[in-house]
């Protein structure tokens, strides 16, 4: 068993829907963090959190310390948003879920 | 400001060549610096840290290598490459305190 998983592992939405991608761990964390990494490869990160929620224009993050459970949250959803965003829990070192490939249709 | 910088962008080896994966930080010092691959379809994994110059933790035995000859320096080598060593090779930083990690643009490498 992965300390990491995510789901879906893929996940196709119409422009304008409200995507919800779930990450929960198993390890003792200092921080989660959400990742995207676009078509290319390139990896940029989105999120580092350690308690409660934060966002960024369409993009929230929450964590629940206590069922070690994070959810990412995209608001009307564009095309652009295509790409694989991974979850990753950070303790003594980084653990990585194998991500989750969105791909927003116009 | 910080930057990361890997090299090659991609690289097509034959099976038994020597590789040599270049990593290298501007703007910090004394980073905490991973290597990473990821196959086709899978997630990131692991393959050294290092956090201080000559000091290199493995993750996962096989036949790589890493090195650290300077603070900001972390290469990435082998001896002979497998055709199982394809994959997308990934370095990246963070300071001591493991907050938020950066990533290189990555080295796409083919082993025929």
């Known amino acids: 068993k992965n300390e990491v998983e995510q789901s879906p592992q893929n996940l196709t939405a119409q422009e304008g829907e409200f995507i919800t991608i779930n990450c929960s761990y198993s390890?003792?964390?200092?921080?989660l963090h959400w990742l995207q990494q676009h078509p290319g490869g390139g990896i940029v990160s989105l999120f580092m959190?350690?308690?409660g929620k934060k966002k960024h224009g369409r993009l929230i993050a929450t964590i629940n310390i206590q069922e070690k459970h994070s959810s990412l949250h995209i608001t009307a959803s564009h095309p652009r948003d295509s790409a694989v965003y991974i979850c990753?829990?950070?303790?003594?070192?980084?653990?990585f879920g194998t991500g989750t490939s969105l791909t927003v249709i116009p | 400001s910080q930057t990361i910088h890997q090299w090659p962008a991609t690289l097509v080896q034959p099976v038994g060549s020597p590789l040599s994966l270049e990593c290298t930080v501007e703007?910090?010092?004394?980073?905490?610096l991973y290597w990473y691959r990821q196959a086709a379809g899978r997630g990131l994994q692991l393959l050294f840290y290092?956090?201080?110059?000559?000091?290199i933790s493995s993750e996962v035995p096989q036949n790589l290598s890493a090195s650290r000859p300077q603070d900001r320096q972390f290469i990435l080598s082998s001896k002979k490459l497998l055709l199982s060593d394809s994959g997308f090779y990934l370095c990246?930083?963070?300071?001591?305190?493991?907050?938020?990690?950066?990533f290189g643009p990555g080295t796409r490498l083919t082993v025929l």
């Open positions: 290092s956090v201080g110059i000559g000091q």
């Open positions: 703007g910090t010092s004394n980073p905490n």
């Open positions: 959190l350690s308690s």
């Open positions: 990753a829990a950070s303790g003594n070192q980084f653990y």
């Open positions: 990246a930083w963070t300071g001591v305190s493991l907050d938020t990690q950066y």
């Open positions: 390890v003792g964390i200092s921080a």
